[in-house]
């Protein structure tokens, strides 16, 4: 989704082995992506969700409405939405290598280093130093911090599987907006829902091969689609 950067691909950028080859490299890519992601807003189906979720609770407060994700941009959050399970974590958090403290960051840029650094250039390397990358400001720590993302080859986090699955336990109706149902787990629980009789909703451009096992398809860009199904 992110496309090349410096003759990179995300694939190799987003892992273990380049972080521990270039920590600086990685997180310049991470800035970069920080920017896109801070001078876009959310669409009209983050804010149908919003409207939605707001809109059920005011019919009962003790409905929930949680929405699991593989993005990593934020931006359901910045729209709005109280209950947000970031399967892939997000650009905007960050863990220390050291203490494990994980931390929501949206500072511009995220340390003094990467003024002027993070955009598209013709360049394979990176000139920041590791002592001015960001590190950890709990008390006797200073750690480096790494992006609190899911890099290839990791295995999800064992309390963001625990949310989806206290999510879908609870669930009565299941909404699958823009994803091709290919990246496991995630892409089995809707199916998991359906074959329980948990009415399922797709959104997408195009049908899936998990569309026949779904009780709805809206065909179209969801920033169409779900505003005009969900107006309430």
């Known amino acids: 989704a992110w496309g090349d950067w410096r003759g990179y691909r995300a694939t190799q950028l987003d892992s273990l082995e380049m972080f521990t080859k270039s920590p600086s490299l990685v997180w310049e890519f991470n800035q970069y992506r920080r920017n896109l992601v ?8 983050h804010k149908a969700l919003v409207n939605y979720e707001e809109y059920i609770k005011s019919i009962d407060r003790r409905n929930t409405f949680t929405i699991i994700t593989q993005n990593i941009d934020g ?18 958090k960050t863990r220390c290598l050291k203490c494990s403290h994980i931390t929501t960051n949206w500072d511009d840029p995220i340390c003094p280093a990467f003024i002027s650094n993070g955009s598209p250039a013709n360049l394979t390397s990176s000139e920041i130093r590791v002592n001015e990358l960001p590190h ?10 790494r992006p609190f993302i899911i890099w290839y080859g990791e295995q999800l986090g064992k309390v963001l599987l625990a949310k989806a699955e206290s999510a879908l336990r609870k669930c009565d109706l299941c909404l699958v907006i823009g994803t091709s149902l290919v990246v496991n787990p995630v892409a089995m629980y809707a199916p998991r829902l359906a074959a329980i009789g948990v009415p399922v909703a797709e959104f997408n451009i195009e049908s899936t091969d998990a569309t026949p ?13 779900l505003p005009e199904l969900l107006s309430v």
């Open 75 to 92: 931006l359901h959050t910045t729209a709005g939405s109280k209950d947000v399970v970031e399967m892939h974590g997000s650009l905007f």
């Open 213 to 225: 096992l779904f009780k709805f398809f809206f065909r179209g860009p969801s920033a169409d689609t």
């Open 136 to 145: 950890c400001n709990q008390p006797g720590c200073d750690g480096l911090l």
């Open 38 to 45: 801070m001078n876009s807003m959310p669409n009209a189906a």
